[in-house]
């Protein structure tokens, strides 16, 4: 049995670990708009959608087993409302039931992880809060119990925002300071602070480090390093949104750069944000 990991950005959906089927182009908007164009990708016979169209911003994962009927998830399409940040399938057995795991980010980390055995698979939204409330020792304890070894485990990190979550200084300490002194990491390796007050957090080489830490090679950990700040990666982003229009307010009433707020509607990125588009993160047995 071969699971599948996959991701897509805005209009496009790639693969690393290739199949012919998936090399096709659909647009994302919301699982809600777009569900005939996710069924007709990962529709197969007795195959089940299982899809996150919110978040939570916990650190609560939900695990089902293969071998038990569940009701949330007897549809052929199932999105599950906000309550939960991550979905874990185990028991996966080459005759088991086919599911394909789904969740939409904007700016937050999406990880997808699957056993190379093919005894489990899921995705999971680790937002700074998560994280910070234990997310990923969470997502490790699971590992440990159900794996012989920890590299028997596949995990992909989709772009996120990166080195670039503002945070006060007193907030960043408060939430992250006991997650990584129980690790043996220190707060400032991962803070670069603008002033006395605040700075930026690097959530990702956090997350990184705490899965080395519990002893997972770099190796095994596939990340896109593509930061979702960035316009030139055309990538959903709730900060640029928020830029945005925060820019266009600022230019409504000013006739001499009417022109810059033409070319900020006209922008590629403009139809790219969270409220119509989120980088999806899958993977599906």
Do not use: W
């Not at 400032?188 to 990702?204: A, I, S």
Request: glycine residues 6%; charged residues 30%; negative net charge.
């Amino acid at each position: 049995m071969k699971i599948e990991t996959l991701h897509t950005f805005s209009s496009a959906i790639s693969v690393f670990m290739e199949t012919e089927i998936f090399k096709q182009s659909f647009g994302l908007r919301n699982f809600e708009e777009d569900k005939k164009d996710i069924e007709n990708i990962f529709y197969g016979e007795n195959q089940k959608i299982i899809g996150l169209n919110s978040v939570l911003h916990s650190n609560h994962i939900e695990i089902f087993s293969a071998s038990k009927k569940y009701e949330e998830i007897k549809n052929d399409i199932n999105i599950f409302p906000s309550g939960r940040d991550g979905i874990i399938i185990k028991d996966l057995k080459p005759e088991s039931e086919k599911f394909a795991l789904l969740l939409c980010v904007a700016d937050c980390s999406a990880i997808s992880f699957a056993d190379k055995k093919g005894d489990f698979m899921g995705v999971v939204h680790a937002g700074h809060k998560g994280v910070a409330t234990g997310m990923i020792q969470n997502l490790c304890d699971f590992f440990d119990k159900n794996t012989e070894e920890k590299n028997d485990v596949e995990i992909f990190i989709a772009p996120m925002l990166g080195k670039y979550f503002e945070f006060g200084r007193k907030l960043y300490e408060q939430n992250f300071s006991h997650i990584l002194d129980s690790q043996g990491l220190s707060f400032e390796e991962y803070f670069c602070g603008v002033d006395d007050t605040k700075g930026f957090l690097d959530l990702r080489g956090m997350i990184e480090d705490i899965f080395i830490k519990r002893g997972f090679q770099s190796q095994k950990i596939i990340f896109d390093k593509r930061e979702t700040n960035n316009p030139q990666n055309n990538l959903p982003s709730y900060r640029l949104y928020t830029l945005h229009h925060h820019l266009q307010e600022k230019l409504k009433n000013n006739e001499k750069l009417n022109l810059l707020e033409k070319e900020l509607q006209s922008s590629p990125f403009c139809d790219n944000y969270v409220e119509q588009r989120r980088i999806l993160v899958g993977v599906r047995n």
